[in-house]
């Protein structure tokens, strides 16, 4: 499996001038290469190669693998602006905005990430520091900070390119590591998850993570942001950007978070994880508008890819399961009526008179739904 460590540079003041200086001449390049590009309609990397590696090698002092990462760059970014073109995610032809992307060239951001290879970019994982090339020369002992996990990962799976990346002021390399994939225990039994609103993800056990800090750091955000998009200044947009970035940052963070402490639970019970099947949450969900704001800028998207690898790194099963009805199933007797839910957090079956926390009755009916898949999926 694919894994990918993220860890934060500690420049010094002298380094992170050369990083910056480095950044912006490999994107001034790409932009040159990308105008050649369009002009000259030739898009493949061997032909970029031939007609542009020598012109931004020397015009920007750059080394040869950088120059041809820089080539690389702007041939995937055209093939996946065609790509994007043929399956019409851009409008249909003489559309405004396709035509728009049609006739310019691509450009890249000053501070765009930049991949390095072995050549260009060497880490001493033991002594936390990396050596990496740059329009100054050789940067050596630029210290980074990761956690004790990622160093063990770090040093027994990275493998190839990593990414030079410059966000919020900080700089990070992002590696990719190769992991053999764990064997997959034949679970015991299942451990259910329902993703909500209220609370973010409920276990069939009866645990609940409640989302009421996440959701009043949003709030507070979504009401400075109001504020400040009324003033439509430049540093107000400024602003604007980095509360995005930050809010991101903590929903991510509670993902990981929630995400491990289930992993964990399944691992140490010998229990596979049920998943509802997230595919078209959004058209199954209805809801009053406050609530569909925070449903959209929350991604159990990314909470359920958490849980996937997560669990997949620890050889737990995982299984998806088709969640229609799981909010209105008595999960005691089977019996399906929209009058079971009383109200947002209640559950009581009008047939048997069972009654739960309607997250609880929910991803109970997902664990059940999730060992009849398995059984169904592995009977031979
Ligand atoms: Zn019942």
């Not at 728009?100 to 290879?117: K, N, V």
Request: glycine letters at 6%; a positive charge; hydrophobic letters at 40%.
């Amino acid at each position: 499996m694919r894994l990918v460590v993220q860890v934060k540079l500690l420049p010094t003041p002298e380094q992170a001038t050369a990083l910056e200086a480095t950044l912006r001449a490999v994107n001034t390049a790409a932009c040159q290469v990308s105008r050649h590009a369009h002009e000259h309609r030739t898009f493949r990397n061997y032909d970029l190669r031939k007609h542009t590696y020598t012109q931004i090698k020397d015009g920007y002092g750059l080394a040869a693998q950088a120059a041809q990462h820089v080539i690389k760059k702007v041939a995937d970014a055209y093939a996946t602006l065609h790509a994007n073109i043929r399956a019409g995610n851009l409008g249909k032809v003489g559309s405004a905005r396709r035509v728009r992307a049609e006739s310019t060239p691509i450009a890249f951001r000053a501070e765009a990430a930049q991949p390095f290879d072995d050549r260009c970019l060497s880490w001493q994982i033991d002594a936390r520091t990396v050596s990496i090339w740059s329009v100054a020369g050789r940067l050596k002992n630029l210290r980074f900070t990761a956690s004790a996990e990622q160093l063990k990962i770090l040093s027994a799976h990275r493998k190839g390119e990593s990414d030079l990346a410059y966000r919020d002021g900080m700089w990070f390399l992002i590696a990719t590591c190769d992991l053999p994939d764990p064997h997959v225990k034949d679970p015991d039994a299942f451990l259910g998850v329902d993703l909500g609103i209220v609370n973010i993800a409920t276990t069939s056990d009866g645990a609940r993570h409640c989302g009421r800090a996440l959701n009043a750091v949003r709030h507070r955000q979504r009401e400075l942001r109001r504020r400040l998009q009324a003033k439509r200044t430049k540093s107000a947009k400024r602003l604007l950007k980095q509360r995005r970035r930050k809010e991101a940052r903590f929903a991510a963070n509670t993902n990981h978070v929630i995400a491990k402490q289930i992993v964990t639970e399944a691992e140490r019970t010998g229990s596979g994880i049920a998943l509802e099947d997230l595919q078209g949450i959004r058209d199954r969900v209805r809801l009053r508008k406050p609530q569909r704001v925070t449903l959209h800028s929350w991604s159990f998207h990314q909470l359920g890819s958490f849980l996937g690898y997560k669990a997949a790194r620890a050889g737990v099963a995982v299984i998806y399961v088709d969640p229609a009805f799981t909010s209105q199933q008595c999960s005691s007797c089977g019996h399906v009526d929209r009058k079971n839910r009383l109200d947002q957090a209640s559950f009581s079956c009008t047939s048997c008179g069972f009654a739960e926390h309607a997250d609880v009755n929910a991803a109970r009916n997902i664990a059940a739904r999730g060992e009849t898949g398995w059984a169904v999926s592995h009977a031979a």
